[in-house]
């Protein structure tokens, strides 16, 4: 017998939406950095520095359309809808631009809170522009933006290719889950599998691209997290991915995470979970990059990822440093805690309800 699967009162979306009506342009409690960072990069298979600039923008519409992405805290820092004049973006990006020396640099990503490619969020004049300064950069081999596959228009993409000449184009956007119940009614992400397929199809060939995993989505069992991200990435690699940057989750304030957290509904992966995805898939590493992102968000989290206290700090070192790096699951082998034993009891936790009946239980 099918159990009924009740409306219930407040929905994610809903709830998102409030939550973001709540968020203060400002909070002092927070440590908001936005700039420019150096991060691991790959080009062509080979380890490189990719420098990061995050433009401060108007703020990602899907937030404002549908309450946003259900663990994204980023819209504290952007303007929260207030109008940005060009002038100030392009300011805003030469100000961080020029904090590089590109020598040694090949690789850059353009970030802003949201998506690149949208009109609203980054006028089209201003991106122009910017890949006009962007193709003068003899040093420069590879360019990422990110956005959403709603903005991603044939015809401006073509134009941005143009103007950046030998500089290859990559888009990145986020994937999250190969479960579409998962990706639209608990992370609110609002796309289907046949967008990704149809985007697939539009541009391989035209742009490299990207998938962003979040490793342990609210309401999933430890099992649950690894079995999905094993899943969303050979998925990946079968849209044509050349890379894969796994999101381990983390709590951000003014996000559904927190929220969940502090109802006692919501623990972050442990950091032998993020390890075993990478063993499982480690045939695909021989043709893709997975990367492991650091915990490093704007705002800065409030929780990250952990294992034991006492070997939490080598495991995030081994985990983003020297894996990142060698794209070696092998590095590993060097590290053990006791603590692995605790993990290994968590795995064998299950949940036998449908995630909509786990949704409702928590909304209702």
């Known amino acids: 017998m099918t159990t009924e699967i009740k409306k219930p009162e407040i929905t ?19 440590n908001i950095k936005r700039g420019t960072e150096i991060r691991q990069g790959y080009l062509n298979r080979i380890p490189v520095k990719r420098a990061v600039i995050t433009l401060k923008s108007t ?39 020029k904090l590089f020396d590109f020598k040694d640099i090949p690789l850059l990503c353009l970030y802003n809170s949201g998506s ?34 709603d903005y991603c228009n044939k015809d401006y993409i073509l ?28 992370l609110n992400k609002g796309v289907l599998d046949k967008d990704y397929e149809n985007f697939s199809k ?25 079995e999905d991200a094993c899943a969303a990435i050979h998925y990946a690699y079968n849209l044509g991915a050349k890379e894969v940057h796994l999101e381990p989750a983390t709590i951000q304030k003014y ?43 704007k705002p800065s989290p409030l929780k990250i990822p952990s294992n034991c206290l006492k070997c939490s700090s080598p495991y995030e070192d081994f985990i983003l440093n020297k894996y990142n790096y060698f794209q070696d699951v092998a590095v590993f082998d060097d590290i053990h805690c006791d603590c692995v034993e605790q993990w290994k009891e968590e795995l064998k936790k299950s949940d036998n309800r449908t995630i909509e009946n786990r949704l409702l239980e928590i909304l209702s």
């Open 12 to 30: 994610i979306a809903g709830l998102l939406k409030k939550i973001r009506q709540e968020t203060p342009l400002s909070d002092n409690s927070l």
């Open 59 to 97: 703020g990602c519409e899907w937030v404002r359309i549908s309450g946003g992405c259900s663990l994204c805290g980023h819209y504290i820092c952007t303007s929260q809808g207030e109008k940005i004049e060009e002038e100030s973006y392009l300011t805003d990006f030469l100000d961080h631009y």
């Open 116 to 149: 690149i490619l949208n009109y609203s969020e980054i006028p089209k004049e201003v991106l122009l522009k910017i890949c006009r300064i962007l193709s003068a950069n003899k040093n420069l081999k590879k360019v990422v933006f990110e956005t959403r596959l």
């Open 159 to 186: 134009e941005l290719k143009k103007i950046l000449g030998p500089i290859s184009l990559e888009l990145a956007t986020g994937l999250e889950t190969r479960n579409e119940t998962i990706r639209n009614l608990i």
């Open 202 to 226: 539009k541009f391989k060939g035209i742009v490299d691209f990207r998938f962003y995993i979040i490793v342990k989505p609210p309401f999933l069992t430890e099992s649950e997290a690894i």
């Open 255 to 297: 996000t559904l995470g927190y929220f969940l957290q502090n109802q006692g509904q919501y623990n972050l992966p442990w950091l032998y979970t993020i390890i075993e995805i990478l063993k499982r898939v480690k045939q695909l590493t021989k043709h893709i990059d997975i990367y492991v992102s650091p915990f490093a968000h």
